[in-house]
């Protein structure tokens, strides 16, 4: 028994521990950031707000109902209403109490067009939450990839580093034997210093990218933060990677083109909202109210009772308002006159967004074209820059070569591997970003 409890607490105990240092995939970075970044967040309420004023909208239609009581106390003059005499200085009170509603039957079809307006408001809100998920994806994969760019950049120069060091102690063995000048050894640790340096900084870069990303995501958690380890395919570039239809359904139904369309539908119905108040509105308003008063006196003198004033002192009503409007300092032109103008601004703005939308997919393309061009190149330097250090070490090492023309070609190959790996991950970056367009306008197909 007591070695199953043991065994048991070891099992705990390690599901805890691989729990805390849980390692961060690209997909569950950008899932967490569209789920707590804080832009997303408050989009969410932006739509909350949205969906409440359209609801609201739709109530307008509904006639306004409202109870009225009062109570009042006067002195001085009144109105005796019984005899219709003059009273001075006497104390009156009077209650009164009432329902009345009212409705406008015709008003330019105001109601009609706020509530059109409220309904694309809020599918414009949901159109640019669509664009802020992009971005804020697009950014996750971005700075994610970034901090794996840094993290091979340290454990390049780590290993630079290491070998650097190893030459060292073979300088350092050749001064001592008399087989190389001190001039030589000083010049591998001026160099080493420098990779110190570099390393240092490199860390740090590191340590802020990761931070960086901790941000967008809000990753408000005290644990560490550690990314998976990531092996992409760098797979050869095909001009075919970016689906030619996928393309024009981004031209057509881009979130940002969507909603600048929604927002051309919503010019129109502003501008003939704003006729509408040219023209005369009618509306229709009833009531039904009685009231009490202590001036209400009977024959023998006393006050008529409370309850029988109510009943007998009921008074509905209905009324037709017709309201024309003749003079209005030219408002109401100019509102037309500044939605017409505001459809204009917005129709050059869907144009002007088209033509970025495009720019943006077909640099994209050129500049992964280029990149795994240059990547190729890079990876071909590296190797034959790795395969000269391996010489000029073996030169070095019995003694054919100096330490100045060593450290030349060593910091020439550390070059050529820091060139790789930046053009292997800008080409991987652009990768994933083609992806991400090829999902993103998969729901756009019909």
Sequence with gaps: MKRFVTVLIFTIAAMLSSAA???????????????????????????????????RSKLEFIPSLNFSMEHNLNWGRSVDLQTLEIVNNRLTQSTGIGIGTSIYILDGFSKIFDTKIAKLEYQIGELEKESAIEEITISVIRGYMQIILSAEIVSAIKDNLENLRKQKEIVETFVSNNRAHISNLLEIKGEESALEMELTNAIYIHQRDIIALKNLLNFESDEPFEIAPYFPETAPYNEQIFISRNFELLKKYHPKISSLNKRLEADDFLIKRAKGKLFPTIGISGSYSTFYSSTAAQSDGSIHPFTTQLKENINPSVGITLAIPIFNNGKYKAEIKRHTLQK???????????????????????????????????????????????YAKAKFENGKIDSATYTDIFRRSNRARSEHLKEKYQYLFNMEIIKFYNDFSTKYRL
């Design 21 to 55: 240092q849980q390692r961060w995939s690209l997909q569950e970075c950008i899932d967490y950031a569209l789920k707590h970044n804080i832009s997303i967040q408050m989009k969410n309420i932006e739509q909350e707000a949205a969906l409440e004023n359209w609801k």
């Design 344 to 390: 204009r601004q917005n129709e050059l703005q869907l144009a002007q967004q088209q033509q970025l939308i495009e720019k943006r997919i077909t640099e994209l393309l050129l500049e992964t074209q280029k990149c795994f061009s240059r990547m190729e190149n890079a990876e071909k330097n590296m190797r034959y820059m790795e395969e000269s250090l391996e």
